[in-house]
């Protein structure tokens, strides 16, 4: 299954169709989008564009971006939408591999 999350027409709400079908009014732009699959996206108001709909932090889903929204390629029970600031994201630094182990 998968889940489709576009802007409503008025732009004061986000509206969710597939798994889990809902209409919700957004508190306040910038928003964040928690999903079940561990999928974070940040999600601002206006005209359709390539920075309307980012992944701040990838879950076990694909997101597609479709039209005017995007869609996620994944089973989803649960989500949650509140404003940016009120998101907790942790940035993650990769730790850099050693080409050659030093050996004694």
């Known amino acids: 299954m998968s889940l489709t999350i576009a802007l409503s027409p008025a732009s004061d709400a986000l509206t969710f169709a597939g798994d889990v079908s809902r209409s919700v009014k957004v508190p306040q732009w910038p928003a964040a989008v928690a999903l ?8 601002s108001p206006g005209p359709p564009s390539s920075d309307q709909f980012k992944v701040a932090t990838a879950g076990a889903g694909l997101v597609v971006p479709q039209g005017k929204g995007v869609e996620v390629q994944w089973p989803v029970e649960w989500f949650t939408v509140s404003g940016i600031d009120q998101a907790v994201t942790v940035p993650r630094v990769p730790e850099p591999l050693p080409l050659f182990p030093e050996t004694p």
């Open 36 to 43: 079940s699959d561990g999928t974070l996206l940040e999600v």
